[in-house]
């Protein structure tokens, strides 16, 4: 039997895995944070990086990407997203459709071990803008969820702020570098 499961962070953008169907999708209640911590995607044990995670946030609408795939791959994505993240059931509406469907997405939740919580943004922005892990840097983990975000045409009003930042934060630390080069 398929399922569906719904796609709000790097599922958006990577996707290494085979589905039947991707849809453009939104749930409702939940919106986007850079609160989890990664120790072995965007960061190390000794210097985490920061994820995107969900909190519940009733009446907001969250927009994502749903894709109906095959049992197998649950198998796959409950390895690639092991760090703390735990699968979740609810109504997935799908562009074009009034009826919701039911669904799965992944969810870091406060009490696992890797939670880093709320700072604000200039924390966030600087945290991530320095952190980097064997799946690359954060900040293009960041950038490359805006850029998915802005082809959705859904804007975020938590990360869309922070990538602006933290592109401030890399172009003038690459400034800085070819000041320092050309010295
Ligand atoms: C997602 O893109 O839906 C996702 C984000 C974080 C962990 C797992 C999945």
Not at 54 to 73: D, K, M, N, Q, T
Not at 87 to 110: K, N, Q, S
Not at 117 to 138: K, T, V
């Amino acid at each position: 039997m398929t399922s569906w499961v719904f796609g709000y962070g790097s599922l958006i953008y990577k996707v290494d895995f085979p589905f039947l169907e991707r849809r453009p999708a939104t749930i409702e209640g939940w919106e986007r944070r850079f609160w989890q911590g990664s120790h072995d995607h965007r960061g190390t044990p000794e210097a985490p990086g920061r994820v995107v995670t969900l909190i519940e946030a009733p009446g907001v609408a969250c927009r994502g990407i749903a894709y109906r795939v095959e049992p197998a791959v649950f198998e796959h994505l409950d390895h690639r997203e092991k760090n703390g993240y735990v699968r979740h059931h609810l109504p997935i509406t799908l562009d074009g459709e009034a009826a919701p469907v039911w669904g799965f997405l992944y969810v870091a939740r406060e009490d696992n071990p890797a939670f880093l919580g709320p700072a604000s943004l200039d924390e966030l922005a600087a945290h991530i803008a320095a952190a980097e892990g064997p799946s690359g840097s954060n900040g293009d983990y960041l950038l490359a969820l805006a850029q998915a975000l802005h082809e959705l045409e859904s804007y975020d009003a938590h990360v869309h702020p922070l990538a602006e930042r933290v592109d401030a934060l890399l172009a003038s630390r690459q400034g800085a570098g070819r000041r320092k080069a050309a010295d």
